[in-house]
């Protein structure tokens, strides 16, 4: 009898076990496509596109709200141009800005706040209550309120503001600029800029470490990292990529052992070995890869490949890509969500 009650037990822990594998492994990815002005919902089980729904003009930045129930997409009425190109030959149709808000059930845009110009990339508050938005064209950065998506206040910067990440330790926020290779580390409760880093190189992307002791900023133009201490606001360091990489997108494993770097029309994903701050190795992916995400579970890696428009999906494990994902055209951004729908 006691045979029974423990097979029957460990039957139904068994069982419990499957269904709870089998809920972290529930994720979609959404994909923001820049040039055709939609996004793509890719079912992380099985790593197909189930979805494509219009959202509006150059999505870009696009992240899941704290809560799960809406997506939001940096949109912008700006048009692309090459670096340096005069703005004032190509009208931009500021009406298109915001920050557009998505139903993950229903799929489909259900609202769009105009709080910023040009906006790029954000990223979403420590406590999840606000957003802060890189205004592309306006030298600034602009704070959301994602309860109300009202306007929180206005933080200037220096030209081309395009990275933003939030410190996981302080909530402290880093902005990069383009233009004069700078980082704005932001006090967001103050409404303050605390310290400036020069990286130069043009950075475009952030990511820190999980206990928040180092910030990594990917920098195109210089075709390397900068390793910065995010305790000091100091620049620690650059890590040279392989050549021809021109590092767009970053994004840290859990444990914190590794930064993953998407090397745009390098077509590879650099891995980063950040205890001896070296690259380990590279992996080929699509054509200009872009935005980069992990899933759920920190075992696969996915990045928006803006030229041949697909989306590589990389076992990290193996160091391999597993497939690629046809999506819209000119995907930018990655967001993995878990549960949504």
Same mark, same amino acid.
């Given at each position: 009898?006691?045979?029974?009650?423990?097979?029957?037990?460990?039957?139904?822990?068994?069982?419990? *076990?499957?269904?709870?594998?089998?809920?972290?492994?529930?994720?979609?990815?959404?994909?923001?496509?820049?040039?055709?002005?939609?996004?793509?919902?890719?079912?992380?089980?099985?790593?197909?596109?189930?979805?494509?729904?219009?959202v509006g003009k150059r999505p870009r930045g696009i992240h899941? *709200?704290?809560?799960?129930?809406?997506?939001?997409?940096?949109?912008?009425?700006?048009?692309?141009?090459?670096?340096? $190109?005069?703005?004032?030959?190509?009208?931009?149709?500021?009406?298109?800005?915001?920050?557009?808000?998505?139903?993950?059930?229903?799929?489909?845009?259900?609202?769009?706040?105009?709080?910023?110009?040009?906006?790029?990339?954000? *990223?979403?508050?420590?406590?999840?209550?606000?957003?802060?938005?890189?205004?592309?064209?306006?030298?600034?950065?602009?704070i959301v309120d994602l309860g109300s998506g009202q306007s929180?206040?206005?933080?200037?910067?220096?030209?081309?503001?395009?990275?933003?990440?939030?410190?996981?330790?302080?909530?402290?926020?880093?902005?990069?600029?383009?233009?004069?290779?700078?980082?704005?580390?932001?006090?967001?409760?103050?409404?303050?800029?605390?310290?400036?880093?020069?990286?130069?190189?043009?950075?475009?992307?952030?990511?820190?470490?999980?206990?928040?002791?180092?910030?990594?900023?990917?920098?195109?133009?210089?075709?390397?990292?900068?390793?910065?201490? *995010?305790?000091?606001?100091?620049?620690?360091?650059k890590i040279q990529l392989p050549t021809g990489s021109l590092?767009?997108?970053?994004?840290?494993?859990?444990?914190?052992?590794?930064?993953?770097?998407?090397?745009?029309?390098?077509?590879?994903?650099?891995?980063?070995?950040?205890?001896?701050?070296?690259?380990?190795?590279?992996?080929?992916?699509?054509?200009?890869?872009?935005?980069?995400?992990?899933?759920?579970?920190?075992?696969?890696?996915?990045?928006?490949?803006?030229?041949?428009?697909?989306?590589?999906?990389?076992? $990290?494990?193996?160091?391999?890509?597993?497939?690629?994902?046809?999506?819209?055209?000119?995907?930018?951004?990655?967001? $993995?969500?878990?549960?949504?729908?």
């Amino acid at each position: 009898m006691q045979f029974k009650i423990f097979a029957l037990n460990s039957s139904v822990a068994m069982s419990l *076990a499957l269904a709870v594998c089998a809920e972290a492994q529930n994720y979609f990815v959404y994909v923001s496509n820049e040039r055709s002005g939609d996004v793509t919902v890719i079912d992380g089980t099985t790593d197909a596109a189930v979805a494509t729904f219009p959202v509006g003009k150059r999505p870009r930045g696009i992240h899941a *709200a704290p809560d799960g129930q809406r997506i939001l997409v940096a949109l912008s009425g700006s048009r692309r141009m090459a670096p340096g $190109v005069d703005e004032n030959r190509a009208p931009a149709d500021k009406s298109a800005d915001g920050l557009g808000v998505i139903d993950p059930v229903a799929r489909k845009l259900i609202d769009r706040w105009h709080v910023g110009s040009d906006p790029e990339q954000f *990223a979403i508050s420590k406590d999840g209550r606000f957003a802060t938005i890189a205004n592309e064209d306006d030298a600034s950065t602009s704070i959301v309120d994602l309860g109300s998506g009202q306007s929180h206040g206005k933080i200037k910067v220096s030209e081309e503001p395009e990275g933003v990440g939030v410190n996981p330790r302080n909530g402290e926020v880093y902005v990069t600029c383009e233009d004069k290779g700078e980082v704005f580390a932001i006090d967001p409760d103050q409404q303050r800029v605390i310290a400036k880093i020069d990286t130069g190189g043009r950075p475009r992307s952030i990511a820190f470490l999980p206990a928040g002791s180092r910030a990594y900023v990917a920098c195109e133009n210089g075709g390397y990292i900068a390793v910065i201490d *995010a305790k000091s606001h100091k620049l620690l360091s650059k890590i040279q990529l392989p050549t021809g990489s021109l590092p767009m997108g970053t994004a840290v494993s859990k444990d914190g052992k590794e930064l993953y770097v998407s090397t745009g029309r390098g077509n590879a994903v650099a891995i980063i070995d950040t205890e001896k701050n070296e690259v380990a190795t590279t992996i080929p992916v699509g054509n200009r890869a872009w935005g980069i995400a992990l899933d759920p579970s920190g075992s696969k890696l996915y990045t928006a490949n803006g030229a041949s428009n697909d989306v590589s999906v990389i076992d $990290v494990k193996s160091r391999k890509e597993l497939r690629r994902i046809k999506v819209g055209d000119g995907p930018w951004g990655i967001a $993995v969500v878990s549960g949504a729908k």
